[in-house]
Structure formats: C-alpha cells, structure tokens
C-alpha cells in the first residue's frame, strides 16, 4: 500500500506496469473534480489550457475525456525548458483558463512566477495544480488533507488487501481558493464549502 503518490511520480517509476500486490492512493488532484472546478468558479470558460512536459503527457487522453462530456476543449501545449516562454505565451493567448497538472517539472519554485505572472497579465485563472500552489497565488484547487487520507485508510484496512483497489483517489475532498486572486481577476469571493458541495455532486459513486 504505498500513500500519496502522485501520478506522475508513479509513471516515472512504474511507468504503465502495476503489479497485483501494490495499491496506490494518489495525491494529486483527480482530472475530471479540477475539471468540475474550473467550469464551477468560470462557467464561460470553454477552452482549458494544459502545459505538459515528459512525464505527464500520458495523463492527456484521460483529461480530453473528461473535458469531452462538460463541453469543454482541452488546448495542449507541451513545454520542455522552462526558460523559453513562448509555448506558455502561445497557450494562454489560445486558451480560457490554464489548468495546472501536477507535474513538479513544470510548477515548481522556479517556474511559478513566470506561470502566474504570464496568466494574471492576460487576466487569466490558473486552476492547480495543487492546493500549494493556490497560496502561491493560483486561483482554486481542489484538495484532500490529513483526516481525508485516514478515512479512506481506515476503509480499506477494514478489507483484505485482496480486495484493495489497484488505485484510488480520496472521495472526500475540500477546495482551497485564493480570495485575493479572485478578486484581482473580477470575480466572486470562493465559498470553498459549496464549490465542494456542487463538485461532489456530479462526481460518479462507487
């Protein structure tokens, strides 16, 4: 049972192979609840814009699929020196919105002032990638914290490891929003608790 992985982590690690005895709880955000997230807090948005490097471009097919049944158009654009800002400017002036995967190649410490900056001087939200990077200055995230994990934890210890998922996301979850963001960009004030609220609602149950 290996906790808090993230996709990507996975990928580079495993990469497509999973074997039988392992089960991994991730810890990033699920696709399709950031997805929900962005069409909640900007209902015209229809284009999302998706940076993606090496390691997280399989998560691509996944995200179209997703995006496809809301009506919305994922716009890519792969990025793989983060000194050359041209396929971020080119994503943004073709974009709505910016969705951040959670990818440490592509937001880290060195990339996250050129990312916010770039977006906010277009006026444009940027969605993730990680509840962090919300008080970095992205828009929202969505989240699961501490008690989260240990819920879903106390589930699955109460089965036979047998029965564990190959993965699993946490079905509890919070949204984290950055209020002085919102602001800046003409918005509403986040209620973290209905956007939650709202998102879980269309989310499919087990």
Known sequence: LALRVSRVQAERRLGSSRPAYLSLLWSDPPLARQLRLARYLLPQ?????????????????????????????????????????????????????????????LYNSKSAKNVLLSSYGRQMALIGPNAGFVRAGALASTYSDQDDWLAVLDELLDQPPAHWPRSLYPARFGVSGNQQVARALGLEAIAAEAAAAVIAAGEPTP
């Open 45 to 105: 948005a229809r284009r999302i814009g998706v940076l993606y490097g090496e390691h997280s471009a399989f998560l691509l097919d996944e995200l179209r699929q997703a995006a496809r049944p809301m009506g919305l158009e994922i716009v890519a654009q792969s990025w793989h020196d983060l000194r050359d800002s041209r396929p971020l400017q080119q994503l943004l002036a073709n974009s709505d919105v910016l969705l951040g995967l959670d990818d440490p190649e």
